[in-house]
C-alpha cells in the first residue's frame, strides 16, 4: 500500500501553485500577521484555511464556533463558508490581536457574521451552553491553549449537533509528541487530547498529517438511525 509522501520543497511548491486559491485580503492579512511575534508559527498556514472553508461548506454550517481566534486568519476563512443567514462565534483570550483582523473581516464583507467573545475560553464556552444549550452550532475549530485542547473537546462535543464536524489543529505540535523528552504542558496536552479522541467511542475521526496536524472528529449517528 502506498505511505505517506514526504514533502521536499518543490513538492510543496508545486502542490501550492496547483491548489491554494488565497486572495489578496487573505494573503495581506497572513503577511501582517508574519510581521508579529511568532506570528507564522501561530496562524494556520493558508492551505489549511482554505480546507476549513470547504469543510465548513461541506456541513453545510450555519453556525460556527472557534476557540482560539488570533489575527483572524482561519475566522475570515470560516465566515465565508457560512450558510447565508449564518453566524460564527469566535473566542480568545484577548482582543489585541483579533483587533487586527477585524479590518480585514470588514473588507471582506462578513464582520456582520462574526461575534468575537474575549475571556478565558472555559468561562465563555460555559456561557454559551448556559444561553443556548446543547448542540446549537455545526462546526467547530479548535485552536487554543494546548493544554485546554480535552476540556475544549468535550464542550465541543456538548454545543456540537448531530453529525456535526469537529476540527482541531496543531496536534502534532511540531513534532514534539513523539519526542520523550517533550514533557511540557502544551505537549502533554495534546497527548492526552489524542488518546482522548482515538478511545472515544461517541465519534469518527482521523489525524490528518498536514500542516501541523489536523484532526478530523465526526459525531456518530444516534443507534438506529
Known sequence: MANQVGLPAALSEYIRDVSLREDAVLRELRETTAQLPAGTAMQVMAEEGQLLTLL???TPANRILEIGTFTGYSTLCLARALAPGGQLVTCDITDRWASIGADYWARAGVEGRIDLRVGDAADTLK???AEEGP??????FID?????YPHYYEMAL????ERG???????????KVVDPEAQDVDTAGIRAFN???????RVEMSLVPMADGITLIRKKSPAGE
Open 56 to 58: 465548513a461548506g461541506l
Open 127 to 129: 456561557a454559551i451552553l
Open 135 to 140: 448542540g446549537t452550532f455545526d462546526f467547530v
Open 144 to 148: 487554543a491553549d494546548k493544554q485546554g
Open 158 to 161: 456538548t454545543l456540537l449537533g
Open 165 to 175: 464536524l469537529i476540527v482541531v489543529d496543531n496536534t502534532l505540535f511540531f513534532g
Open 195 to 201: 488518546k482522548l479522541v482515538h478511545d472515544d467511542p
